[in-house]
């Protein structure tokens, strides 16, 4: 029987395709399946058209509506075809001819690449090219490498007329997707060896028989990478209802291995920048640990806020079709769990969590008592970042503490008072029935130590902005056995000011750390430009605090527009500028639901909602939204974490915002934690830029944040 599988370029178009549209390809989708070989090539509804001056006979168009034609491959044997792109007519027949399919000898993958174009490029490209081979992009890899990459001769011929990685950038979308990949890799830096075990190795399909590169039937099966077969008109009619998500269908090979991997022998780890599909391998992973919990073993899926909760709450919905399963996940922030282990502690009395903007002002109080006379930001770093971080219970373990990675030195002579500020502060939160929610960490983590671990399994989600205290809570949560920890983060994304250590608390990840570097939701036009904005600035890993991460090698699957940035005279000005621009998402079809607006400040948010609806714009703050109702969503920055919109607006990026001077500790207070304290601001604008899929708009009033200026953005 016939099918029409899916390749992951419809889904990346999918977004644009208005509803009539994509009800087409339901119909069409349906036909295949009705229909036998011969009633499809005669069907007069569908039109599974040949061309003529085709590259390829196997590419062939149908009809959608009268308005718009799918284009597809039609192998010449086996039954099942495969939906490239859906295009309007003119454009769909002229981008067919263009194309060409083959099977990668290596992968034994299918590919497609535009051929004609390819031709016109590459004579051009070699009569300009004036360096020697040698020092052509590529001239460091031999034939030999290239070649057991999966780079074909054409490709090959391609690859060795570039000089640089313009030219690259020119040829890219052109190429076959995993040639394309490995060639990009290779040009930011990367070596053979890890282009092979990152893009290669996990792609490769057992055979003892060698590559048939005519049988695509085969080779349709083995292309998980980009084509997606769906086998139930719920899954695709859910699938063309929301677009956005269409992408999740796809779970990379290199995904799918450390997500699917059948045990690892200790604490695991993913790291990847935004959009490198951490989460969704997150919540894979927990669906392959449900297949072998025993009797009474539960699993805890955490992660920092409750927005993050939410989205993950979702995401395992939609994953784990099984209620009963799914009651065997515990969902829930690091502090939610530490709440409830410690009020159901024997003899537990209820403390209100202290709100953040009263600590500081305690820190004061504490001072003023003890007659200490430095700063009550410089007592509240000491107590987040030495005390609680290292677990220090007495003044001995106080005098004794190491103190790196403060950026303020303390003599010997002045631990003592400062500990003694630190008791009649925790001494005063007693008094008055509160706590911090790290004092509710540490004191579950001290019960766990006691009573013992609830948990078979951890999986961690967003996992660099949780602090050490958190840390030893999640280590005292699962016992230290195969499969304990799986923990996706990206330090890149640290908004929070938290340094830790995995290595330190005793959660060793080496040799069980995965790094994932393809973007499936930013453009890498987004991803270039949001990217400059961290470029040259150290950052931390989470395994080990002393050495660094790096972007090398992060790139998107996606092309489209590069972002749009807009200086506004007055505040007034921009707001009315942003309802311009929404309006015009709006009109050319982006849903309400996938436009997206971050600001730094409440209150901006509240501004930017009060003006849309002014306009007629359906908008509301995250925390208000309620289901499904294509609305707006605006939020702060910080709420904007984990998050993902078609289009997005960042606002208020001014000087004053970013960065907020009364989130940086001045330098004469800390000068290291000053550097922390704006590397966590910077990090939060990158956030929020890369919440964006297929466009970004980026606007302030006045002077622009210095880290627009930094990185070279001028309006």
């Known amino acids: 029987m016939p099918q029409l599988a899916f390749d992951i370029g419809f889904f990346a178009e999918l977004p644009k395709l208005q509803p009539p549209v994509r009800k087409g390809v339901l119909d069409a989708w349906e036909k295949f399946g009705r229909l036998t070989l011969d009633q499809l090539f005669k069907d007069p509804g569908l039109k599974l058209e040949s061309l003529t001056n085709a590259r390829d006979r196997q590419i062939r168009t149908i009809r959608i509506d009268q308005f718009w034609r799918g284009v597809v491959l039609a192998p010449a044997s086996g039954d099942t075809f495969v939906l490239l792109r859906v295009m309007q007519h003119d454009k769909a027949i002229a981008w067919a001819k263009k194309q060409r399919s083959s099977i990668n000898e290596v992968t034994r993958a299918v590919e497609i690449r535009d051929a004609a174009t390819l031709d016109e490029l590459t004579p051009a490209y070699e009569r300009v090219a004036e360096t020697s081979p040698k020092e052509r992009l590529f001239g460091k890899f031999s034939d030999g490498d290239l070649k057991a990459l999966g780079i074909d001769d054409e490709t090959l011929r391609q690859a060795r007329s570039l000089v640089d990685q313009e030219q690259l950038e020119v040829f890219a979308p052109l190429l076959p997707q995993d040639q394309r990949e490995v060639l990009q890799y290779l040009a930011a830096g990367c070596t053979v060896e890890e282009v092979w075990q990152d893009i290669v190795a996990p792609a490769l399909q057992a055979s003892a028989r060698p590559v048939d590169t005519r049988d695509f039937e085969t080779a349709i099966r083995h292309s998980r990478t980009r084509i997606a077969l769906v086998t139930a008109s719920e899954e695709l009619r859910d699938i063309l209802e929301k677009p956005f998500a269409a992408w999740r269908v796809f779970l990379h090979p290199s995904q799918r291995k450390v997500a699917y991997r059948a045990s690892y022998a200790g604490p695991a780890q993913v790291t990847g920048g935004p959009g490198t599909g951490k989460t969704v391998v997150a919540l894979h992973r927990v669906k392959h640990l449900l297949g072998y919990l025993r009797d009474g073993d539960r699993i805890l899926l955490t992660t ?85 971080a290292q677990d220090i219970r007495t003044l001995a373990a106080y005098q004794a503490a190491d103190r790196r990675g403060r950026g303020s030195r303390l003599a010997a002579a002045e631990r003592p008072l400062v500990w003694r500020t630190v008791e009649r502060f925790t001494a005063g939160l007693a008094a008055d029935g509160c706590r911090t929610w790290l004092q509710t960490c540490a004191e579950a983590a001290r019960l766990l130590a006691e009573k013992g671990p609830r948990y078979r399994h951890v999986v961690v989600d967003e996992a660099q ?101 807009h200086a506004a005279e007055s505040e007034e000005a921009e707001l009315d500028a942003l309802v311009a621009r929404v309006r015009a998402w709006l009109d050319a079809g982006v849903g309400a639901g996938e436009i997206g607006i971050s600001a730094r400040f409440n209150k901006t948010c509240a501004k930017a909602v009060a003006r849309l609806r002014d306009a007629g714009v359906p908008a509301a703050t995250l925390r208000t939204a309620t289901g499904d109702a294509p609305t707006v969503r605006v939020g702060t920055m910080h709420s904007f974490k984990g998050l993902e919109f078609r289009c997005v607006a960042v606002i208020g990026a001014h000087d004053d915002a970013l960065p907020f001077p009364r989130a940086v500790t001045p330098p004469e207070v800390d000068a290291q934690q000053h550097e922390t304290d704006l590397m966590s601001e910077r990090c939060l604008l990158f956030v929020a830029c890369t919440r964006a899929r297929d466009s970004l708009y980026v606007s302030w009033s006045g002077k622009s944040s210095r880290f627009l200026t930094e990185a070279g953005v001028r309006s």
Not at 493 to 500: A, C, G, L, N
Not at 539 to 564: F, K, M, V
């Open 304 to 388: 920092y806020t409750n927005a993050l909760v939410n989205a993950l709450r979702s995401g395992l919905d939609s994953l784990v079709d099984d209620p009963g399963l799914r009651e065997r996940v515990d969902i829930s922030t690091v502090d939610g769990l530490a709440g409830r282990v410690v009020a159901e502690a024997p003899g537990a009395v209820t403390l209100r969590p202290l709100p953040d903007n009263e600590e500081e002002s305690r820190w004061g109080e504490a001072a003023e008592a003890t007659g200490f006379t430095g700063s009550a930001r410089f007592l509240a770093q000491e107590y987040r970042h030495v005390v609680l």
């Open 465 to 565: 902005d949780l602090h050490p205290v958190q840390w030893r809570l999640l280590r005292a949560a699962v016992p230290a056995r195969p499969d304990d920890l799986f923990i996706a983060g990206d330090p890149h994304q640290r908004i929070y000011d938290s340094k830790v250590s995995l290595k330190s608390l005793g959660i060793k990840v080496t040799g069980r750390s995965v790094k994932l570097r393809k973007n499936y939701r930013s453009t890498q036009e987004i991803l270039r430009w949001s990217t400059a904005l961290l470029i040259g600035r150290p950052i931390a890993q989470l395994e080990d605090e002393n050495r660094n991460e790096t972007l090398l090698g992060y790139r998107s699957a996606l092309h489209g527009e590069g972002p749009t940035v």
